[in-house]
């Protein structure tokens, strides 16, 4: 399992979490992995669903990419100073597509709710729409842990 063709900087951090995969399952090899990432961990987990195998991931306020985000917000910055990319929509290139949950919130004031819901839709998966939730308290309504739960729930051990 290699990730040699990503950029230096986005190497490092998928080899990151590849080490501390291999750890977990090394301690507990029958248990079902889900990847959970949040904002700019969201591309974090996205890669790794794409090298290792896994159960699930849930995305929190996640993004199709930086490169996206930074022209929905800053369409002046050349894309080309990019340092890293963290790809989410090569997700929808896996063979065998991983389970996948994403949660974003309407008033999320980092990264704008259209491109989760993007996401989303080209991933064809299950996506939780938080009305008037924000980029850090997700968690605090009402809708949420239910629906994750409901989500984790349909993990098989």
Known sequence: ???????????????????LITKIRAEQPNLPLVLYGRSIGSGIAGGLAR?????AVVLETPYTSLVDMTQEIFPWVPSMLMRFDL???????????VKTLILHGTSDEVIPYRL???????LNCQFVTIAGGHHNDLSDFPGYWPEVLKFLNTIPN
């Open 87 to 97: 790809y989410n929509m090569r997700l929808s290139e896996l063979k065998i597509p």
């Open 116 to 122: 989760g819901e993007r996401l989303a839709q080209k």
């Open 51 to 55: 090298i290792e195998k896994i159960e």
């Open 1 to 19: 399992k290699s990730s040699e063709a990503l950029p230096s900087n986005e190497k490092i951090l998928i080899e990151m979490g590849q080490h």
